[in-house]
């Protein structure tokens, strides 16, 4: 049901390019006869559950007068295809998939390839993400495809380049799991330096606000999905320096976590917690040392957060989520 997108109740291949556009075009919505959730009586038993559709989707009540306890709802998301709309049943693995970038300065005018390398793309079929990156460094000039089995440009959402952001959204149509081997060519976007870029990590990034960054393998279990540049020398033949923001663990948790990260020097940074509204919820500023260290906190309210290190080096987001047990 949560993949009958048109909601012609049959699926096909229309019901695929409806999703493939949803995840690829900020802003795009449902057909107005669609409804975003789907509810049936848990008192209902469905005859033959591989043509689920044409089932009830309410329950008349007599009287307000008597008792209408246990008269329930089951609901699912259309388009949830993984049944991970509800953080309670969020799912995501250890090994987050990279791609890996060259970290390389240019000059103005000059003329930037941003391949992506992957790293960890084992038994997938799918990968989604949204990259943003900075228009007043940056012109978006072309896009070369890579080895991903059968990506097409169709699985990019250029709609919003001029303000920067690029969507990719990789789907194996027959849901066959995929491996790539590490540091294989996924794809290549090209760009034109509008300024002296000394650092690429400072102007393209995920985005992960608006689609959650993700892999999925065939059982449509969830992993993060993550940049990584390499280290080079600047301009002026001083090496760069990087950090980062490791996943926490567990992730999803029910009580307390780790955030584990890395700094290359010693150094006073900040580590903050958002919520969903984007109210931040905790703080933390302290002097840490080179190398790996975390913070273990606990949060009560469930549901999806965001966690952003501050380092002299830059900044980085990461999602979690908080379950009930």
Known sequence: MAADLDCNNNLDQADLQLLRRLLLEPGLQFPDSCSNWIFWPQSYTFSDPDEPFGHPSSITIESIQRDTSGIDFYGIKRGDLGSNASPLQNSITTDTLFFLLENAPANTGDTLHATFHTQNFEQLVGFQFELQFDTAALSFAGLELGTVPSLTEEHFGLSMVDTGLIRVV???????????????????????????????????????????????????????????????????????????????????????????????????????????????????????????????????????????????WGSATKRMVLTRE
């Open 170 to 312: 990789w789907l194996d149509i027959l849901g066959n799991a995929q491996e790539m081997a590490d540091l294989e060519q996924a794809f290549t976007l090209t760009f034109v330096a509008r300024n002296n870029i000394l650092d690429r990590r400072n102007h393209i990034g995920i985005n992960d606000r608006n689609l959650a960054a993700a892999a999925f393998d065939a059982s449509l279990l969830e992993t993060a999905v993550s940049l990584k540049f390499d280290q080079v020398s600047s301009l002026n033949g001083h090496p760069t320096i990087t950090f980062s923001l490791l996943q926490n663990r567990p992730n999803p948790f029910t009580d307390q976590t780790i955030i584990p990260f890395e700094l290359p020097n010693s150094a006073r940074a900040t580590l903050r917690i958002y919520n969903q509204l984007g109210q931040e919820v905790w703080r933390k500023t302290a002097q840490y040392p080179a190398g790996q260290s975390q913070e273990e906190l606990r949060l009560t309210a469930a549901g999806l957060y965001y966690y952003s290190l501050e380092t002299p």
